[in-house]
C-alpha cells in the first residue's frame, strides 16, 4: 500500500492517475478475491437496498488514463497528464466518472463503484500537442488536429431506460457528438436513483491487474 503512495503521490485525488491503476471490465469483488468463487455482480433494484449500496460508493470522481497505442505492435504504453504527443501518434484515452470507494483486493488497491466510462481513441494530425482533457477533444477534431471515435460503457446501472439513452456504435469525435456525450452521461446521472434503474457496484480498476483482467 505505501508502495503505491510514493510511486503516485494522492492517487485518487486528481482525475489523472498513475500507471499502476488500471481500468478493468467490471467485475465482482468476491471473483476478484476468490478465482474460484463464480458469483455475478450484486445488483440492488429495490429503494432503501440500493440507497445502502450507494452510501458505502461515497466518493464522486473522474479518473483518467492516458496510453500510446504502437501502430505496429498494438501494445500500449501508459502516459502522464503532461506529455506531449506528435503528428501520427495513436492515443487512447479512457474517462471513468464514478461513484465509488477504494478497496483492497488481495493486498492491492482498487476502485469499485458505478458510472459511466468513455472510450476514445484517435490519431494526431498536427505537429505536437498537448494531452488534452475530453472537454477539448470536440474542438481538436474540428480544427483537423486529431481525429478518431468514441465509445460510452455503463458501469454497474441497469434498466431499459438506460440501455436507450447509450449510442449503439462508435462516435466519431465533433463537438456536437461530444455535446451530445455530455448531455447523455448527464441523463444517466439524473436516471440512477429511479425505481425502474438497478445499481450493481462492481470493481471497476485495480493496482497492477491480470492481463485477463485488463481492457487494454
Known sequence: MK???ILCAAMFYPIYTCAEIQ???PTAESFLKDNEKR???QCFTESEAKKDALLKIP???VFSYIYKKDSGSGELSFMGAGAKVKKGDIILQIFDYLKYDKISINDKDAVKGVGYRVRIEYSVKSKELDLAGVFNLGGMASSGEISGTMIVEVLGITGEII????PSSPLQITEAN???LFETMGQIKGKMYSNDVGVCPSVVAMESPDKKQSIL
Open 163 to 166: 440501455d436507450s439513452l447509450i
Open 23 to 25: 481500468p478493468i471490465s
Open 39 to 41: 458469483e455475478s455482480t
Open 178 to 180: 461530444m455535446q451530445s
Open 59 to 61: 466518493h464522486t470522481r
Open 3 to 5: 508502495k503505491i503512495a
